[in-house]
């Protein structure tokens, strides 16, 4: 089952991990963003959106068209 924050960056599944990674980070509020606190969480983030990405680049799924 696809993450659904995964699935609300809206990249196709022949995006580059740098170009999901700029939408992972565009997701987050500025606030979110500017907290050092949250850098782990952030992070933790990232690598979901990049896993998220592969996996679906593995499988070959691609529900947007």
Not at 10 to 36: K, M, N
Request: charged content about 20%; overall charge positive; hydrophobic content about 40%.
């Amino acid at each position: 089952m696809t993450d659904p924050a995964y699935l609300r960056l809206g990249l196709p599944p022949t995006a580059s991990p740098q170009t999901v990674l700029r939408a992972a980070v565009r997701a987050l509020h500025p606030d979110t963003r500017a907290v050092r606190s949250f850098r782990t969480a952030r992070k933790r983030f990232y690598r979901q959106m990049l896993c998220a990405h592969a996996a679906r680049q593995a499988s070959g799924d691609n529900p947007a068209g």
